[in-house]
């Protein structure tokens, strides 16, 4: 594929020229053209400008999935102002750290996640001390004041500048925070509108197709792989404001979606539920299946239960825009559900080996490097330690474990930071998760190391559901069959319900406190006795 100099704002004029008159945007009952949100989005473009919101700057948007945050985002595209997207279920402290880091002058706002009563949360932000002077804006109850503001005479006649470079940022997203300090991932124009195209090329997405949009926007798998690539492909889009399994299946169904893009877990929490067989989703043709890993046997099942969908496993982080493999769109089944297909023309990848820091050969285990037109622009965090994985010489160090097999495919492992090293060991929590996973169809597990006074690590093994001793002796028998002794978790616990971030990735240092409390009696008592033995050996 040949790269582009275009900025998202000039794709979506081009859009506009193409297929006017098409359905762009389905959001409950309201429908928009492209021809409509163009001139809607012109009008609230002009009304920004005279705000005094001018090219370049930050502009805070958070809010669900809504017609209004795709309005305000294209909006910002068209003046050329930056757009931090921030996830609507921070809390009111992560909010201001957000706005502090992206240095945030105005913020738009929809509805927040759960209970959180967006409109008290930005009063208190407001008079917040920390981010004085900063306007904000709830999207929803301004958009009819802003269409009156559009129609003055000022505003009629204001020209809005075309943005020509696509070497300047577009966007501004936050990690989740759930395993580190919250930064801010700085991603231009030329890297998220060639990293659609790439993605469409690869899925053959074009005009005719359909797209049940259901992951956040403000996630890069919402921004680039869902909405950049509608307005590339000319799709339309039924946007779902949150998951929800049994709504996501009525609207594939009255819409007649063709695409369906989610996370494993929203893939598996659909072929689970019983009530899924009662919509006809025969629709469906393709997808993607990313942003954290999937194991064979479920991809398999959920690919049994959508015969229809070409559903592609994919590779990709937010730093990376975000995509850096994907399957081949013809690939059978097996090979798609073992890796994370091959890695996207115009970039480099390499694996380096932990230790020696060489590269290494097919089939060898390493941290995934990556570089190219994708790679962020930079960092932007209030703690510059976590700010080092972009290298001077341009190479993006992932923290993502992973091999190259014969065939160029990449299958990763884990994450660097998740390794687990017992008694000089490096462990892979993965390959004992996929162990445990075997023993009992449908089980939800997470590994992870805890500190040991002499092993450096013990390994912690959490299942979701109720306590279950009959089945922490059925896992145990497995793994005894099936893998080293140094491996065999020495610990087992029980959580009734994974806390999930809203991305649906397990929230892993949410889930590790709950996890360490309940074991908390147990490690104690395993510690004395280690320390009584040690004691008594040198007596």
């Given at each position: 594929m040949e790269l582009i100099n275009m900025t998202v704002s000039k794709c979506f004029r081009e859009r506009v020229k193409k297929t006017p008159n098409n359905?762009?945007?389905?959001?409950?009952?309201?429908?928009?053209?492209?021809?409509?949100?163009?001139k809607i989005t012109d009008k609230v473009a002009k009304v920004f400008l005279e705000q005094g919101i001018k090219k370049g700057d930050r502009i805070g948007i958070v809010g669900v999935n809504s017609a209004s945050w795709v309005i305000a985002f294209l909006s910002l595209q068209k003046i050329g102002a930056v757009a931090a997207l921030i996830n609507p279920c921070f809390k009111e402290k992560e909010l201001i750290d957000c706005i502090k880091i992206a240095n945030i002058k105005h913020m738009f706002y929809t509805n927040l996640c759960g209970d959180n009563s967006a409109d008290k949360v930005m009063k208190n932000i407001k008079n917040s001390r920390d981010v004085s002077g900063i306007k904000i804006y709830n999207i929803e109850k301004t958009y009819q004041e802003w269409m009156k503001l559009a129609e003055r005479?000022?505003?009629?006649?204001?020209?809005?500048?075309?943005?020509?470079?696509?070497?300047?940022?577009a966007c501004i997203l936050f990690t989740s925070g759930t395993t580190n300090n919250c930064k801010g991932v700085m991603l231009s124009h030329y890297s998220i509108v060639n990293n659609a195209r790439e993605v469409v090329k690869q899925m053959r997405w074009n005009e005719n197709d359909r797209m049940c949009l259901s992951v956040p926007l403000f996630h890069c798998f919402g921004i680039t792989v869902s909405l950049l690539t509608t307005i590339i492909a000319g799709m339309s889009i039924s946007l779902i404001h949150?998951?929800?399994?049994?709504?996501?299946?009525?609207?594939?169904?009255?819409?007649?979606?063709?695409?369906?893009?989610g996370v494993p877990s929203m893939f598996?929490?659909?072929?689970?539920n019983p009530q899924m067989e009662e919509y006809d989703l025969s629709s469906l043709k393709s997808g993607i299946i990313a942003g954290s890993p999937i194991y064979e046997n479920e991809y398999l099942e959920i690919c049994s239960k959508l015969p229809g969908i070409k559903l592609q496993t994919s590779y990709g982080l937010t730093e990376a825009s975000p995509c850096v493999s994907i399957a081949d769109y013809?690939?059978?089944l097996h090979k798609k559900a073992k890796t994370s297909?091959?890695?996207?023309?115009?970039?480099?990848?390499k694996i380096i080996d932990l230790n020696s820091h060489q590269e290494c050969k097919s089939n060898e285990v390493g941290e995934i490097y990556v570089k190219g037109y994708n790679v962020t622009k930079g960092y932007l965090a209030s703690d510059p330690v976590v700010c080092d994985a972009v290298q001077e010489d341009g190479w993006l160090r992932t923290g993502d474990l992973a091999y190259l097999d014969d065939d160029g495919y990449l299958v990763v492992v884990g994450r660097r930071k998740n390794l687990i090293i017992?008694?000089?060991e490096n462990i892979s929590p993965v390959e004992i998760e996929e162990f445990i996973k075997e023993v009992k169809n449908g089980l939800e597990v997470f590994v992870f190391g805890v500190k040991s006074e002499v092993l450096q690590e013990e390994i912690v093994a959490c299942i979701e559901g109720k306590q279950n001793l009959e089945m922490i002796k059925k896992i145990k028998e497995h793994l005894d069959k099936n893998i080293s002794k140094y491996k065999i978790p020495s610990y087992f616990v029980f959580v009734e319900k994974f806390p999930k971030n809203s991305t649906g990735k397990i929230n892993e240092k949410e889930l590790k406190k709950i996890s360490l409390d309940l074991l908390s009696d147990e490690i104690e008592e395993r510690s004395r006795k280690r320390k009584e033995k040690l004691d008594n050996s040198k007596q």
């Open positions: 359905i762009f945007l389905n959001h409950g009952k309201e429908a928009f053209t492209w021809s409509c949100v163009d005479k000022v505003c009629k006649e204001m020209e809005i500048p075309e943005q020509e470079d696509s070497n300047e940022l949150k998951y929800k399994t049994m709504h996501v299946c009525k609207v594939i169904e009255k819409n007649k979606c063709t695409v369906l893009n598996l929490a659909m072929i689970k013809d690939d059978d297909g091959k890695i996207i023309s115009n970039i480099d990848v017992r008694g000089g």
